[in-house]
């Protein structure tokens, strides 16, 4: 079983690495990019036998705590089978 | 008085801040080893800068599980005095000792520079010595010092006076021109810019010794 967990940085915060890589997409042709945000993306690997109902709570807490800063950060968690 | 620097894995500023407290302060100093918990009756521990942890993850996140923290954070409960320079600054956002965090520069470039400061406030243990009205120049090297919190915390610190350092031109983007802020006992503060390197004629100004001098004059001898 695996985890994926996304970070990204709130919308309120700015993402000057996203607007440059953006600006830098527009440049190469392709008007259609209107921004781009950059973000954190972390694949967990489940060790085999983990009940998955147990699962989301504690990859919730990884994510608040550690992977992601809530101060400029938001997450999402999500569990594959 | 005695200050206790931290070493982390990473830690350049290290000997900077050893050196300029014991030669040039005139005060005992001495390294506090990452994974240890004690603080050797340090008065003023220094969380100094660098890259602790090889900034994995985001800069100081690592270091805020680190056996030494869970000491420093003991310390400032007890209102004992800890300042964070630089990394050091963003580790004690990310330990939530300080409110805010710190991100990529507005102009996305590392900046190692002469910046010109003035203090916020002269009511706390940091800035205390510091003349009103008074310009201070102090290097800043960072990547990552672009200092961001909520409008309602930003409101707040100004409130409280707990913006400890103010940029005169802004360099990277930080709301409000902060470079500094202390927290609300007034006893942790944390700043982006080097007071340390800036403790002798040989290094270009001698501002930063206002800062020591400061912690110097506010501490009171409890042991």
Redesign the interface.
């Known amino acids: 079983m695996k985890a994926q967990i996304y970070v990204t ?1 709130k919308k ?3 993402d ?2 996203g607007a ?1 890589i953006a600006r830098a997409l527009q440049s190469m042709g392709h008007p259609e990019i209107a921004g781009v945000r950059q973000g954190k993306f972390f694949e967990i690997e489940i060790a085999e036998g983990t009940p998955k109902e147990a699962l989301s709570a504690g990859l919730n807490r990884i994510a608040e705590d ?2 992601a ?1 809530p ?2 950060e938001e997450y999402r968690v999500e569990i594959l089978d | 008085m005695k200050f206790g620097v931290v070493v982390f894995p990473g830690s350049n500023c290290d000997h900077d801040a050893w050196y300029a407290v014991s030669h040039n302060v005139g005060h005992q100093a001495e390294f506090l080893w990452h994974s240890d918990t004690d603080l050797k009756q340090s008065d003023c521990v220094i969380l100094p800068g660098g890259f602790s942890y090889g900034d994995y ?2 800069c100081g ?1 690592i270091a805020k599980f680190s056996p030494i923290l869970g000491a420093v954070k003991k310390h400032a409960q007890a209102g004992g005095l800890v300042m964070g320079i630089c990394n050091g600054f963003q580790i004690l ?2 330990s939530g000792l300080l ?3 710190l ?6 470039k590392f900046i190692c520079a002469p910046v010109r400061l003035t203090a916020g406030t002269r009511n706390s243990p940091f800035t205390n010595a510091i003349p009103d009205g008074r310009q201070l120049t102090i290097p800043i090297a960072h990547g990552e010092g ?1 200092y ?3 409008q309602r915390v930003l409101d707040e610190l100004e409130a409280e006076e707990r913006i400890a350092f103010r940029y005169v031109d802004n360099p990277n ?1 930080s709301l409000r021109d902060i470079a500094g802020v202390l927290n609300k006992e007034r006893n942790v503060m944390g700043m982006m810019p080097h007071p340390e390197r800036a403790t002798e004629p040989l290094m270009g100004s001698s501002d930063g010794l206002l800062v020591f001098e400061s912690l110097v004059r506010a501490f009171v001898p409890t042991k």
């Open positions: 940085l309120t915060v700015l000057p690495q440059t550690v992977l800063n101060v400029i | 993850l985001r996140a956002t990310e409110p805010g965090a991100v990529r520069n507005r102009g996305l672009c961001v919190a909520e983007g």
